[in-house]
T-cell receptor
Framework: DAGVIQSPRHEVTEMGQEVTLRCKPISGHNSLFWYRQTMMRGLELLIY????????DSGMPEDRFSAKMPNASFSTLKIQPSEPRDSAVYFC???????????FGSGTRLTVV | AQSVTQLGSHVSVSEGALVLLRCNYSSSVPPYLFWYVQYPNQGLQLLLK??????LVKGINGFEAEFKKSETSFHLTKPSAHMSDAAEYFC???????????FGEGTQLTVNP
Protein backbone atom coordinates (compact mmCIF):
# COMPACT_ATOMS: atom_id res chain seq x y z
CA ASP A 1 0.00 0.00 0.00
CA ALA A 2 1.63 3.22 -1.17
CA GLY A 3 -0.45 5.41 1.10
CA VAL A 4 -1.87 8.77 0.12
CA ILE A 5 0.31 10.30 -2.55
CA GLN A 6 0.62 14.04 -2.98
CA SER A 7 2.49 15.95 -5.63
CA PRO A 8 4.49 18.02 -5.82
CA ARG A 9 6.22 17.89 -2.41
CA HIS A 10 7.38 21.47 -2.79
CA GLU A 11 6.11 24.26 -5.00
CA VAL A 12 7.48 27.77 -5.30
CA THR A 13 5.53 30.11 -7.51
CA GLU A 14 5.16 33.80 -8.15
CA MET A 15 2.16 35.76 -7.01
CA GLY A 16 -0.61 35.69 -9.60
CA GLN A 17 0.31 32.32 -11.03
CA GLU A 18 -1.99 29.31 -11.03
CA VAL A 19 -1.05 26.47 -8.72
CA THR A 20 -2.39 22.92 -8.90
CA LEU A 21 -1.86 20.43 -6.10
CA ARG A 22 -2.57 16.76 -6.69
CA CYS A 23 -3.64 13.88 -4.52
CA LYS A 24 -4.07 10.16 -5.05
CA PRO A 25 -6.01 8.57 -2.17
CA ILE A 26 -5.59 5.03 -0.97
CA SER A 27 -7.39 2.59 -3.23
CA GLY A 28 -10.77 1.69 -1.78
CA HIS A 29 -11.04 4.80 0.36
CA ASN A 30 -14.20 6.71 -0.45
CA SER A 31 -13.66 9.97 1.44
CA LEU A 32 -11.00 12.55 0.66
CA PHE A 33 -10.06 15.64 2.62
CA TRP A 34 -7.93 18.69 1.83
CA TYR A 35 -6.32 20.52 4.76
CA ARG A 36 -4.11 23.58 5.02
CA GLN A 37 -1.60 24.00 7.83
CA THR A 38 0.05 27.26 8.87
CA MET A 39 1.75 28.46 12.02
CA MET A 40 -0.91 31.13 12.51
CA ARG A 41 -4.07 29.08 11.92
CA GLY A 42 -2.95 25.53 12.55
CA LEU A 43 -4.76 22.75 10.70
CA GLU A 44 -7.77 23.91 8.65
CA LEU A 45 -10.18 21.72 6.72
CA LEU A 46 -10.70 23.23 3.28
CA ILE A 47 -13.03 20.73 1.61
CA TYR A 48 -13.98 17.09 1.69
CA UNK A 49 -15.50 14.61 -0.73
CA UNK A 50 -17.54 11.45 -0.21
CA UNK A 51 -17.68 9.12 -3.20
CA UNK A 52 -16.18 11.87 -5.38
CA UNK A 53 -18.92 14.36 -4.44
CA UNK A 54 -18.00 17.55 -2.55
CA UNK A 55 -19.80 17.47 0.79
CA UNK A 56 -18.52 20.53 2.61
CA ASP A 57 -16.46 23.29 1.05
CA SER A 58 -17.13 25.89 3.71
CA GLY A 59 -13.45 25.96 4.60
CA MET A 60 -12.36 27.07 1.16
CA PRO A 61 -11.07 30.57 1.87
CA GLU A 62 -11.98 32.34 -1.34
CA ASP A 63 -13.19 31.85 -4.88
CA ARG A 64 -9.56 31.67 -5.89
CA PHE A 65 -9.57 28.15 -4.44
CA SER A 66 -11.25 25.26 -6.21
CA ALA A 67 -11.12 21.48 -5.80
CA LYS A 68 -12.20 18.62 -7.98
CA MET A 69 -12.38 14.89 -7.71
CA PRO A 70 -13.08 13.53 -11.20
CA ASN A 71 -12.73 9.91 -10.09
CA ALA A 72 -12.06 7.81 -7.01
CA SER A 73 -8.31 7.83 -7.49
CA PHE A 74 -7.50 11.48 -8.09
CA SER A 75 -8.19 14.93 -6.72
CA THR A 76 -6.82 18.40 -7.37
CA LEU A 77 -6.75 21.61 -5.40
CA LYS A 78 -6.25 24.68 -7.56
CA ILE A 79 -5.40 28.23 -6.55
CA GLN A 80 -5.83 30.88 -9.21
CA PRO A 81 -4.43 33.48 -8.85
CA SER A 82 -2.08 32.61 -6.01
CA GLU A 83 -1.10 35.13 -3.32
CA PRO A 84 1.71 35.17 -0.74
CA ARG A 85 -0.81 34.53 2.07
CA ASP A 86 -1.59 31.17 0.44
CA SER A 87 1.86 29.95 1.47
CA ALA A 88 1.30 26.90 3.67
CA VAL A 89 1.55 23.14 3.77
CA TYR A 90 -1.42 21.51 2.08
CA PHE A 91 -2.36 18.01 3.15
CA CYS A 92 -4.61 15.49 1.54
CA UNK A 93 -6.12 12.65 3.59
CA UNK A 94 -8.40 9.73 2.77
CA UNK A 95 -10.64 7.36 4.69
CA UNK A 96 -12.74 4.31 4.04
CA UNK A 97 -16.31 3.78 5.21
CA UNK A 98 -16.47 2.41 8.74
CA UNK A 99 -12.90 3.38 9.52
CA UNK A 100 -13.08 6.75 11.09
CA UNK A 101 -9.39 7.55 11.08
CA UNK A 102 -7.73 9.33 8.22
CA UNK A 103 -4.54 8.48 6.40
CA PHE A 104 -2.61 11.61 5.55
CA GLY A 105 -0.28 12.28 2.69
CA SER A 106 3.14 13.86 3.20
CA GLY A 107 1.88 17.25 2.14
CA THR A 108 2.78 19.91 -0.42
CA ARG A 109 4.74 22.87 0.89
CA LEU A 110 3.59 25.86 -1.15
CA THR A 111 5.55 29.10 -1.19
CA VAL A 112 4.14 32.06 -3.10
CA VAL A 113 6.61 34.87 -3.59
CA ALA B 1 -20.87 22.87 18.68
CA GLN B 2 -18.87 19.75 19.27
CA SER B 3 -15.21 20.51 19.82
CA VAL B 4 -11.90 19.06 20.93
CA THR B 5 -9.65 20.90 23.35
CA GLN B 6 -6.01 20.17 23.99
CA LEU B 7 -4.71 21.72 27.18
CA GLY B 8 -1.27 23.18 26.67
CA SER B 9 0.02 24.14 23.26
CA HIS B 10 3.54 23.32 24.42
CA VAL B 11 4.68 20.59 26.79
CA SER B 12 8.28 20.05 27.78
CA VAL B 13 9.60 16.94 29.54
CA SER B 14 12.96 15.44 30.32
CA GLU B 15 14.11 12.30 28.60
CA GLY B 16 12.88 9.33 30.61
CA ALA B 17 10.07 11.27 32.26
CA LEU B 18 6.36 10.60 31.95
CA VAL B 19 4.59 12.17 28.99
CA LEU B 20 1.02 13.36 29.55
CA LEU B 21 -0.84 15.22 26.81
CA ARG B 22 -4.38 16.25 27.63
CA CYS B 23 -7.44 16.09 25.41
CA ASN B 24 -11.07 16.80 26.24
CA TYR B 25 -14.13 16.77 24.03
CA SER B 26 -17.32 18.75 24.42
CA SER B 27 -20.34 16.51 24.01
CA SER B 28 -22.57 14.30 26.12
CA VAL B 29 -22.39 11.77 23.34
CA PRO B 30 -19.06 9.93 23.40
CA PRO B 31 -17.26 10.19 20.09
CA TYR B 32 -14.73 8.07 18.34
CA LEU B 33 -11.33 9.41 19.43
CA PHE B 34 -7.90 9.57 17.85
CA TRP B 35 -4.39 10.75 18.50
CA TYR B 36 -2.14 11.72 15.63
CA VAL B 37 1.55 12.62 15.67
CA GLN B 38 3.30 14.95 13.24
CA TYR B 39 7.07 14.90 12.99
CA PRO B 40 8.80 17.89 11.40
CA ASN B 41 8.16 18.22 7.67
CA GLN B 42 5.89 15.19 7.63
CA GLY B 43 2.18 14.44 7.47
CA LEU B 44 0.04 13.37 10.40
CA GLN B 45 0.41 9.73 11.44
CA LEU B 46 -2.20 7.82 13.42
CA LEU B 47 -0.90 6.90 16.89
CA LEU B 48 -3.99 5.19 18.27
CA LYS B 49 -7.77 5.27 18.21
CA UNK B 50 -10.73 4.46 20.42
CA UNK B 51 -13.95 3.33 18.80
CA UNK B 52 -15.60 0.79 21.12
CA UNK B 53 -14.59 -1.77 23.71
CA UNK B 54 -11.65 -1.45 26.07
CA UNK B 55 -11.20 2.11 27.23
CA LEU B 56 -7.42 1.83 27.54
CA VAL B 57 -5.99 1.88 24.07
CA LYS B 58 -2.41 1.07 23.18
CA GLY B 59 -0.75 2.63 20.18
CA ILE B 60 2.57 2.74 18.42
CA ASN B 61 5.87 3.83 19.98
CA GLY B 62 4.77 2.96 23.51
CA PHE B 63 1.95 5.48 23.71
CA GLU B 64 -1.43 4.74 25.21
CA ALA B 65 -4.61 6.68 25.94
CA GLU B 66 -7.56 6.11 28.19
CA PHE B 67 -11.10 7.08 27.34
CA LYS B 68 -12.91 8.41 30.41
CA LYS B 69 -16.53 9.13 29.63
CA SER B 70 -17.20 10.73 33.02
CA GLU B 71 -14.43 13.23 32.42
CA THR B 72 -14.99 13.56 28.64
CA SER B 73 -11.27 13.01 28.26
CA PHE B 74 -8.83 11.02 26.18
CA HIS B 75 -5.39 11.86 27.54
CA LEU B 76 -2.27 10.48 25.88
CA THR B 77 0.53 9.04 28.00
CA LYS B 78 3.89 7.40 27.67
CA PRO B 79 5.79 6.19 30.75
CA SER B 80 9.24 7.24 29.58
CA ALA B 81 9.91 9.94 27.02
CA HIS B 82 12.49 9.47 24.31
CA MET B 83 14.18 12.18 22.30
CA SER B 84 12.52 10.81 19.18
CA ASP B 85 9.07 11.58 20.67
CA ALA B 86 9.58 15.28 20.07
CA ALA B 87 6.79 16.21 17.66
CA GLU B 88 3.37 17.82 17.49
CA TYR B 89 0.46 15.75 18.73
CA PHE B 90 -3.15 16.20 17.64
CA CYS B 91 -6.25 14.84 19.32
CA UNK B 92 -9.29 14.35 17.09
CA UNK B 93 -12.88 13.15 17.38
CA UNK B 94 -15.69 11.99 15.15
CA UNK B 95 -19.26 11.74 16.35
CA UNK B 96 -21.07 9.98 13.55
CA UNK B 97 -20.27 7.51 10.82
CA UNK B 98 -19.07 9.30 7.72
CA UNK B 99 -18.62 12.64 9.43
CA UNK B 100 -15.37 14.47 9.38
CA UNK B 101 -12.84 14.52 12.19
CA UNK B 102 -12.70 17.52 14.48
CA PHE B 103 -9.10 18.24 15.45
CA GLY B 104 -7.71 19.91 18.53
CA GLU B 105 -5.22 22.75 18.22
CA GLY B 106 -2.24 20.48 18.72
CA THR B 107 0.41 20.16 21.44
CA GLN B 108 4.08 20.58 20.67
CA LEU B 109 6.10 18.12 22.76
CA THR B 110 9.72 18.95 23.51
CA VAL B 111 11.98 16.33 25.08
CA ASN B 112 15.03 17.66 26.87
CA PRO B 113 18.18 15.59 27.34
Amino acid sequence: DAGVIQSPRHEVTEMGQEVTLRCKPISGHNSLFWYRQTMMRGLELLIYFNNNVPIDDSGMPEDRFSAKMPNASFSTLKIQPSEPRDSAVYFCASRTTGNYGYTFGSGTRLTVV
Amino acid sequence: AQSVTQLGSHVSVSEGALVLLRCNYSSSVPPYLFWYVQYPNQGLQLLLKYTTGATLVKGINGFEAEFKKSETSFHLTKPSAHMSDAAEYFCAASWTSGSRLTFGEGTQLTVNP
